[in-house]
């Protein structure tokens, strides 16, 4: 980070939530009497052309039997003719009644193609997702999936597609297993799959060669001195040097461990009393630079007024990802930035959020190659920053929502290191000499090698983790 005028600007993906997988079954005609145990598949679809970015079956799962179902036991699966014989596919969990962290989705290859069906898309649940009492059903599963490389995709010729049914109705082009057996549906012609012969096993989406290896931190420390804070990867910052106004220091012993919500969460504070000799910043970041394309992740704090004494300071609160510039406008030079700016600052007069993708610049004279995006307003309170990397482009989101693409001419060469600093562009915004300090907080911060993952699949994993009670893993490799 350094003290510059800054740019920026967005883009889109999708979401996450994968679905679990069964059994054996027997197919059975789609409107079979309801038995001791047995389901009917409601379908949709909101994606309803020929072609499409994504398909987006929808459905829901009614208990027709008599008995109470366990939804782990359940598995749904849609046929699809793939777009090309390499094609890969993402799934994703949108939304779902039943939340989708206890939705999985999985694909599989039939061992029988035909015309219309190659290969499937296999929805399950977790445990968490409970049980059904006779003559309930699931509410909304909002699914849907997309070929990796984000080309289009050809629907029209899939099986299980209806491109016109747009409201709910019962749906036998797909499959519903119980307990091993089928229950609903008719499968592609030779694709029974209750047959003990079919070699075909589904095969998780979401971790493809080479790739998946997870950095996640839930900022569980007792203090910036804790040995683990060391151990996990992080050094918190005590060298001099920019950014920030000349003759600050940055102080480690402001970098502290909270609770809030429940959770552990990192607090930096940064004050002054309106001199250089009396303003101390606070940065962590990781020791190693070994992480590049991928999808980055942070739940932060940002606040528009100091925690004590007078408002106004021209603030910064940062979450971001950097390697060192080697000379000026070196072009292996890479930076991720979501920058916070409470009270302006850079010519700004007020609240601006900027994302900005870094190419390189020259820091003496001032001259920069990047791209940014920007919104003007209040941003006080916690938000969710996801910004995915990946062959095509650098894809900032906040909350969920999409908040700037910015282009390939930007992607990183090398490795960088992932950082928090807050820090002070300097002391025009509040000439006084009362003491003042600022805290920004951070709740987690996820990396995922060489995946793209929608913010929906940011909060799963996330969920997925703070659920099985692991609070810090670093699978990620050395550089």
Known sequence: MRNRPTAGRARLALALSVLLGGGALTALPAQAAPAADGLTVQYRTSAGGATADQTEPWFKVRNTGSSTVRLSQVKIRYYFKADSPNASYRFACSWAVRGCAAVTGTFGILSSPTATADRYLEIGFTAAAGTLAPGADTGDLQLRFYQSNWQPLRQSDDYSFGGGQTSYATWDKVTAQLAGATVWGTAPEGNDPTDPTDPTDPTDPTDPPGGGQTLFDDFDYSSHTDPAVAAHGWSVRSNPGGPGVPGATWDPSKVTFVSAGGNSVMNLETSTAGTGASTTQTEILTKSAKF?????????????????????????????????????????????????????????????????????????????????????????????????????????????QPFGTHDAQYLPERPMSINFNQWLIDLNGQTSTTPRAYDQQVDYVLHVKDQVLTPAEVAAKVAGYRAAGTGFVDEVPAA
């Open 292 to 400: 590049k394309d991928g999808t980055y992740a942070a739940r932060v704090k940002f606040a528009d007024t100091p925690r004590s004494g007078p408002d106004g300071d021209h603030l910064v609160q940062t979450f971001f990802t950097i390697n060192d510039l080697k000379a000026p406008m070196a072009d292996d030079y890479a930076e991720y930035d979501f920058e916070y700016l409470p009270n302006g600052g850079w010519g700004e007069p007020s609240n601006i959020l900027y994302t900005t993708s870094w190419e390189t610049y020259d820091p003496d004279p001032w001259q920069a190659v990047n791209q940014h995006s920007e919104q003007r307003s209040s941003y006080a309170g916690w938000h969710d920053l996801v910004v995915t990397i990946d062959a095509g482009a650098i894809t900032y989101y906040v909350d969920g």
